[in-house]
């Protein structure tokens, strides 16, 4: 039987996105071993295969043995490994590439706090760095990854557009984050600007389905493994929140996408507009669909600093990526269905 994961590469094959452009082209993947760049980089392996496009695929990670336990299945995907930890200025591609998606980031909340310089200077050195790669290797296209996380506490009262920035408090440590994305994107556009590179950014609602990493601890997470585990889901917040997602596969998609028909120095929101609710409301579906009865929602709050972000109430439009043509398939019922059927293939 097909995993679900291969069924998703499936359906992404025969969606809207047309992957003929890609043909011959050299990708260069940051964050290979993250779950988004990791994602890519297992779709355009299994499209080239598929489809016979002729790429090749660079994926930057900071450790080749996990890369190649995470890639043990494709090794006969024309992949190699480019090892380096980004924000240290040895970057230096030994070949042209053509597409660039930058998704290396810091991504813990406990690290964002703990390491709140480390978090900032790997947001702009390391992004430096790569802007300076797809510049000197005249790259056709770039997308940075970004994130939902710069619009802060947003002020409008209906839904999200990218040109709708709100408040980041710059009293809060937790904020390198935010704050590392927003001027991120602000040195991309700079680059397109003083270099005429091509580069857009992808402004990421919280991506999750098959394909997420052994380990993996986000509330998504946490979330799935209590309901198959007959356990309760325990927030440690009240979980009043705000959660704006989009199904792996989709998101893979729009940044795809964007490589083809985004418009340089602009950014885009990636998110299902009707996967959005309360972080609570989110774990009360999960609980009502995937638990066992009498496992209930529980609230337990804890005295030490977790690191989440701030409770924000926003609702992510994303109707400037549909324009390009992009549709998000999968809903959050659908997306949780996955996923669960993705963790109990890994059990």
């Not at 900071?62 to 995907?77: F, I, P, V």
Request: glycine fraction near 6%; charged fraction near 20%; charge should be negative.
């Amino acid at each position: 039987m097909q995993s679900i994961l291969m069924q998703d590469f499936e359906e992404l094959l025969h969606s809207e996105l047309d992957l003929e452009p890609f043909r011959g082209k050299i990708f260069f993947v940051t964050g290979a071993t993250g779950l988004v760049g990791s994602l890519v980089l297992r779709f355009l392996a299994y499209a080239n295969e598929q489809l016979d496009l002729d790429l090749k695929l660079l994926a930057l990670v900071r450790n080749k043995e996990k890369a190649q336990r995470l890639y043990a299945k494709y090794k006969t995907a024309p992949l190699k490994f480019v090892v380096t930890e980004l924000g240290h200025s040895d970057l230096h591609l030994s070949e042209k590439v053509d597409y660039v998606i930058h998704a290396a980031a810091v991504t813990g909340s406990k690290q964002m706090i703990a390491d709140p310089v480390g978090t900032i200077r790997t947001a702009l050195w390391g992004t430096d760095e790569v802007l300076q790669e797809a510049v000197r290797n005249n790259a056709e296209a770039m997308v940075y990854l970004s994130s939902m996380e710069v619009y802060g506490q947003p002020v409008v009262t209906g839904q999200t557009t990218e040109k709708d920035l709100g408040y980041v408090d710059l009293t809060n440590i937790r904020s390198s984050y935010p704050e590392g994305k927003r001027m991120s994107e602000l040195m991309c556009n700079s680059y397109a600007e003083q270099y005429g590179l091509r580069v857009m950014s992808a402004r990421l609602a919280q991506v999750f389905g098959a394909g997420v990493l052994p380990g993996e601890n986000r509330v998504f997470a946490q979330f799935a493994r209590s309901a198959m585990n007959g356990e309760n889901i325990v927030l440690h917040t009240t979980g009043q929140s705000e959660g704006n997602y989009v199904y792996a596969t989709d998101a893979i998609k729009a940044i795809l996408i964007l490589l083809q028909k985004g418009e340089t120095r602009q950014a885009y929101n990636v998110a299902n507009e009707d996967s959005h609710m309360t972080i609570k409301a989110m774990a009360e579906m999960v609980m009502d669909n995937f638990g066992i009865s009498g496992a209930q929602v529980v609230i337990d709050i804890p005295k030490e600093n977790m690191g989440y972000a701030p409770d924000v109430k926003m609702w992510l439009s994303s109707q400037k990526l549909q324009q390009l043509g992009w549709r998000p398939t999968v809903n959050l019922k659908d997306s949780y269905a996955r996923l669960i059927q993705w963790l109990q293939e890994k059990k």
